[in-house]
């Protein structure tokens, strides 16, 4: 075995192109399947720090039966006496506080949740303790939990914080525990507060809130599809049970990786599977070109291994000797596969997939761990094997040894290997083709939701968001009354072209506020039909400050104040829906909800469709817009500013103007328009870069095989070249002859590619938008695109035969 | 194909220099040849003495560094490729060695190749390389490939592609290098025949049994013609 290792450095040093070459296409090759394959690791696979994550799931509500909104504890209520699927459970609310007494008044992110949330998650503190039920109880002990990052930021890791008080909301609470280092379950949550709810003698329409994400655990043995499916009957039963809160509401539990992805429809594992699927094709066209490599240096060494098994080497011994060639530049290509990854994990990391925001630390972190490190030796000797194994036989094959013997250094590679060689290389155009077409298609499903009309203008707008609270602005005509100064004076503020409200800020990752509605004059034909709309609540100059067009009517103004008659502005889908093919404006329409009343509306303005939802980007879903004076709320004030340069100039006056009203009012999340959206398409981004770049490397290794190919087939065939001009052929024959030959078998890889597409598209389907997973456009595209490449990767070596000297051709008789 | 007095192939001082590594080496110097219509011509001479280059030079395959070579009277030292290919393709037939059959072809379509290029149609075709198979008795495997076929049945393929496309001078170099005394034989009575039929042939070989089936033997030595004899019938 040492002399096998030695003779194959010997020869690997000897043959340094070859060397070089195919160690710098299997460093690609490895070096992009490890850097995907640690994003899948930190994504899918890593531990988290909660207890048996396979067993822990979350039922997702349903709103209108597809749109994932938050549960309510009506539903947690019967999901766990109803049940058998879960061992526990518990539900949790995230919330934003007002944190004072720790310097700046700061805005912290929080939660309020079941002492049985967090045991369900199997949650074990770094100091301290978690809630005990005692604590959890109606008028329960003032008691928080705060994070490890939170702990290290305001105490600088004290070990004396436990029994310490923490002002939250003008409230003080004891510091009962530490939670681990990265946890921040549900949301990004750095505080904790006990629930301490007595759910029973809630009023309905608090326990009918859509204000909880539940999460559960799996009795030991119960896969998540029975879950799934009994939750589905129970909520089929609440519909009826409830029917002013649940009707047209549904459920899907998925699993807890799932929902940390922000992964509802699986999008992002079937991106990540789908560019698994893209770096394995990938690995294969590479070990192809090797495979080619390898034969043709097999070929050009008959005589040699013929030599050996004159000598007595057996075929196993020189299958032994090729194949430790074979692995010895696996082993290096996986050197270098390995270097390429680490350069190549943190600019994925940038371009991380997942529109989750929990657990970041977790989830946003690739690395080159144990286990990556294992999957790039793996993929490595894989590479090694498939390459290795075909030559390997070829080489160690000859039966027929004198004539091997006797050729001397004469070019031979018999039709046999010359099959090889063209059957490899169809292979690797097929493989191209398909990866080409899928990175086509995902390429254009980023590239037209990049397009989609938002319905507004992003550019130029900073946005600020702030919650005010409950204890200084108990009383609507004070928040209005604030409102309306912060308006005024950020509008004044120098560079200011206008500035507005509204309670959620278009497609931010934050829990979009939806109302059920109803239609002046219409009665429902269907008992189920559930009519649910985007609301939002702006101030005069919202919808002008974003951008927002006008179809009809008007906008919401200065003189839409309470006492007034209530107007609503509403989008082109909603009018649609509502009075289709009529001219709403003038109609009128309410809000319903259990157990209030609110007043009917006139539509006052149509305007064009918005995208309001992040998660509903793909489609137009109504939306409505109701004067803020009109509609006593306690939803957080988002400001939105339009400016006449760049925004981010604006945002310290924005931030002093504020101050100057409420220096005690905290303001987050201060950002443009344009950074908010940047966080849209993440996963999509993610998908169409790597995929582009995984179709265009294989497009560029098939070329270069080809290219290799052809150029070898040129050099195996220069005596048949020479004979053929003896005979008379003129330049253009012989060019015809090698582009012939290449062409055929680049059509004949296009072809088995298309079909092979024709399938692997299908599982594309979910990804995709605006365009069929048999797209014939990019089909084309892609076949056209590939035969030019095809030419051109055989033209060198059809130009070189055509130039070939007859006479030197022919003494290689 | 008689021209009267004037012989189809006239080579007037031909030399072909060869430079390598700024060293010039006199492949062939001031070489006068005349080959007349149905003259059977054998060329001999030791390794290197430039038998190859000479045959590459008659073949239209190189060009002579100096000197005039005319075929049937025209002038085709400095034609351009593309034309001499035209003209190799028309009035030049080669034998090779190591018969040279191109191994993915049939029998058929190695006869045939020529003729494709020439542009000749596809019935002409059929009935040329039919005729030329039968003629060397090998029209019963027309479909086979050459690995079929044993090395004297190869050569004669070879000897049928030369043949079919009629050209003025079929051209051999060592035509039995590479076969058993028998097969070497067989082929060497095939050239006699073809001759006996009309046919010019000029042929480079080492052996002198075979070199006696000329009328001619042109003997070379370091590229220069030393003995130009005629062979009693």
């Known amino acids: ?813 | 194909m008689n021209n009267g007095s004037k012989p189809l192939i006239h080579l007037e001082d031909v030399t072909k220099v060869f430079l390598t590594d700024e060293v010039e080496t006199h492949a062939l110097s001031g070489i006068h040849l005349d080959i007349k219509d149905g003259e059977y011509v054998s060329i001999a001479g030791p390794s290197g003495c430039g038998k190859s280059t000479l045959l590459s030079i008659l073949g239209l395959l190189d060009t002579p560094s100096g000197g005039s070579y005319s075929l049937k009277g025209s002038e085709v030292a400095n034609l351009s490729f593309p034309e001499r290919a035209r003209i190799r393709n028309r009035e030049i037939g080669f034998i090779f060695q190591s018969f040279n059959l191109i191994g993915d072809l049939t029998v058929y379509e190695n006869v045939e190749l020529p003729l494709t290029y020439r542009g000749m149609s596809s019935g002409d075709r059929k009935s040329a390389v039919t005729q030329a198979l039968e003629r060397v008795g090998m029209g019963h495997r027309a479909k086979h490939l050459p690995s079929q076929l044993s090395g004297g049945q190869q050569q004669r393929v070879a000897v049928a592609r030369a043949l079919a496309g009629k050209p003025a001078i079929l051209l051999a170099d060592e035509p039995t290098g590479n076969l058993d005394s028998r097969n070497g034989e067989a082929v060497m009575e095939l050239l006699r025949e073809l001759h006996a039929a009309g046919a010019t042939i000029c042929m480079v070989t080492h052996d002198p049994r075979f070199a006696q089936n000329a009328d001619r033997t042109v003997h070379l030595f370091d590229g220069r013609v030393v003995e130009d004899n005629r062979i009693a019938a």
């Open chain 1, 1 to 813: 075995m040492i002399n096998d290792l030695r003779f194959a450095f010997r020869l690997l040093l000897k043959n340094r192109t070859y060397t070089l070459v195919a160690i710098a296409a299997l460093a690609f090759s490895v070096g992009a399947n490890t850097a995907i394959f640690s994003a899948i690791n930190s994504l899918l696979l890593r531990p988290l720090p909660v207890e048996e994550i396979d067993r822990l799931v979350y039922p997702i509500a349903l709103r209108e039966g597809f749109d994932p909104f938050g549960s309510s504890l009506i539903e947690y209520v019967a999901y766990r006496d109803r049940g058998h699927s879960f061992v526990s459970s518990g539900a949790a609310a995230q919330r934003s506080f007002n944190l004072t007494g720790h310097g700046e008044p700061e805005r912290v992110r929080g939660a309020t949740v079941m002492a049985t949330y967090l045991t369900t998650l199997g949650v074990k503190p770094a100091l301290g303790r978690i809630f005990t039920a005692d604590e959890d109880r109606p008028s329960g002990p003032a008691v928080v939990l705060i994070s490890y990052e939170f702990w290290q930021r305001h105490f600088g890791g004290k070990a004396g914080v436990i029994g310490e008080t923490l002002n939250l909301e003008g409230r003080n609470y004891n510091i009962v525990g530490v939670l681990p280092p990265g946890f921040d379950l549900p949301g990004a949550a750095e505080v904790w507060l006990p629930l301490q709810a007595n759910i029973d003698s809630l009023p309905l329409v608090e326990r009918a809130a859509s204000n909880y994400e539940i999460a559960a655990r799996l009795k030991p043995g119960v896969p998540l599809k029975q879950a799934d499916t009994e939750l589905k009957a129970i909520a089929r039963q609440l519909e009826g049970e409830y029917p002013e809160f649940r009707r047209g509401w549904g459920v899907k539990v998925i699993s807890l990786r799932q929902q940390l992805l922000g992964d509802l429809e699986g999008r992002v594992h079937k991106a990540l599977f789908a560019l698994m699927g893209g770096v394995g094709f990938l690995l294969l066209i590479c070990c192809a070109n090797i495979a080619n490599l390898q034969l043709a240096r097999g070929i050009a060494r008959e005589r040699e291994l013929a030599l050996r098994r004159a000598l007595g080497a057996s075929r196993g011994r020189l299958v032994r000797q090729l194949f430790t060639e074979s692995i010895l530049l696996a082993v290096l290509g996986g050197i270098g596969g390995l270097l390429l990854a680490y350069w190549l994990v943190p600019a994925l990391a940038a371009l991380n997939p997942i529109q989750g925001i929990s657990l970041a630390a977790f989830l946003r972190h690739f690395e080159i761990d144990g286990r990556v490190l294992s999957f790039a030796l793996v993929v490595s000797l894989l590479a090694g094997v498939i390459s290795g194994l075909l030559p390997a036989l070829k080489g160690a094959g000859a039966d027929e040894l004198m004539p091997r013997i006797k050729q001397g250094d004469q070019r031979s590679g018999g039709a046999a290997s010359r099959q090889w060689l063209n059957s490899l290389i169809v292979a690797e155009i097929a493989i191209a083709m398909t990866l080409l077409i899928c990175g086509g298609l995902i390429v254009q499903t980023f590239q037209r939701l990049q397009h989609v009309d938002l319905g507004f203008h992003p550019k130029n707008l900073l946005t600020l968001k702030m919650t005010l609270p409950e204890s200084k602005y108990s009383e609507y005509q004070k928040r209005v009354a604030f409102n309306d100064q912060v308006l005024d004076r950020i509008k004044n503020l120098s560079g200011v072209v206008s500035a507005g409200s509204t309670t959620n800020i278009p497609l931010e990752r934050e829990i979009a506020y939806d109302a059920r509605f109803e239609i002046e004059g219409r009665v429902p034909s269907n008992p189920n039909e559930v009519l649910i709309t985007s609301h939002r609540i702006v101030s005069p100059d919202y919808l002008k400050t974003i951008g927002i067009t006008l179809m009809s009517g008007r906008f919401i103004d200065e003189n839409d104040r309470a006492g007034s008659l209530p107007v609503v502005v509403i989008s082109e889908e909603l009018a649609r829906q509502a009075w289709p093919g009529q001219d709403p404006l003038g109609k009128r329409l309410k809000r319903v909800r259990a157990g209030q009343t609110f007043p009917w509306m006139t539509v006052v303005g149509v305007v064009k469709n918005v995208k309001e939802d992040l998660f509903n980007y793909r489609i137009n879903r109504p939306v409505w817009y109701v004067p803020y004076a009109q509609v006593e709320n306690h939803f957080p004030v988002n400001l939105v500013v339009r400016t006449k340069n760049d925004p981010t100039s604006l945002t310290a006056a924005a931030r002093e103007a504020i101050r100057a009203i409420d220096p005690d009012q905290p303001v987050s999340s201060v950002m443009t328009m344009n950074t908010n959206l940047s966080g849209v398409l993440v996963t999509e981004r993610f998908s169409a870069v790597l995929m582009a770049a995984l179709a265009g490397s294989g497009l560029l290794l098939a070329s270069i095989g080809l290219y290799g190919v052809m150029a070898y087939s040129v050099n195996q065939r220069t005596s048949e070249i020479g004979v053929r001009v003896a005979l008379g052929a003129q330049p253009r024959h012989v060019f015809q002859l090698i582009m012939g030959h290449g062409m055929k078998l680049t059509l004949l890889g296009v072809a088995i590619g298309l079909l092979a597409a024709w399938s692997a598209t299908r599982l594309l389907v979910s990804l995709l938008f605006g365009l069929g997973a048999r797209d014939a456009t990019t089909f084309s595209a892609i076949t056209l695109l590939l035969g030019i490449v095809g030419l051109l990767a055989c033209y060198l070596p059809a130009r070189s035969a055509m130039r070939l000297n007859p006479v030197e051709a022919l003494r290689y008789e």
